[in-house]
């Protein structure tokens, strides 16, 4: 596919680039074509490995993009510097809502950055950074910084040499914020997308652990909101009942 036909169009589908080993001057391409383009709202660069320099070239281009919802930049060996390059695009930019940095190399200066830039930004609401090199003090800058901001709804660390208690405390806020998400709203999708995120928690704890404080302390600090939530569930369903007949049932939404 021509990367400069496909980036100017003005019909675009959600555009993929997987895996082709795209070079700089590519890069660069993309990257200017992100400032002028108004159609395109989903690109993927899985697996190009751009490194710092293709992922700094293609925050330049967020900055000035009006359009893009979703960026997905999986594996492709960004670290400390290309995470710093897209803290500053967040603050610059207006409509990006997903950020996927899973599986590249951001450690605790990256994660520092990118923790910065989230009281000043307010569209993003899903930031995964699965399998990197963050550890608790760059966890740490971003559970401070989060609860600075009011969008975020996802937020990944899976995969990180993070202990057990700071990923907890980071859970802990995001489940705490969907929970107060599903109270003012009461709505269907706020019930799963709290179910999903639970379950996805559930799955990510399901390892042996030998430790018995470890156990304590994991499920002291991240498992108490979904206590709470389960309470909340049987008292929203009492309320649903009352008002109508025909609100979804909880027990069937989080099927």
Known sequence: MNIAFALYSRSLFPLSFCSHRITTTRV?????????????????????????????????????????????????????????AFAEALKANKCLTVLGLQCNMIGCNGATALASSLPINVH??????????????????????????????HMDLFGNAVSVGVYGQLQTVILDRILRTAERKQTYESHCAFVLGLRRLEWQHAVPIVD?????????????PAVRYVARCAELQENAKAETSETPRVDQQIV
């Open 28 to 84: 660069r391409t993309i990257a200017e074509a992100l400032k002028v383009n108004i159609h395109l709202t989903v690109l993927c660069l899985l697996s190009n490995h751009i490194g710092d320099v293709g992922a700094c070239l293609i925050a330049e281009g967020l900055k000035e993009n009006h359009s893009l919802d979703v960026i997905d930049l999986y594996d492709n060996d960004i670290g400390d510097s290309g995470a710093q």
């Open 124 to 153: 993003l609401t899903d930031l995964d950074l699965c399998n990197n090199n963050i550890r608790d003090d760059g966890a740490r800058s971003l559970i401070r910084h989060l609860k600075q901001n009011a969008t975020i709804e």
């Open 212 to 224: 018995p404080m470890v156990v304590e302390e994991m499920l002291q600090s991240t498992l108490q």
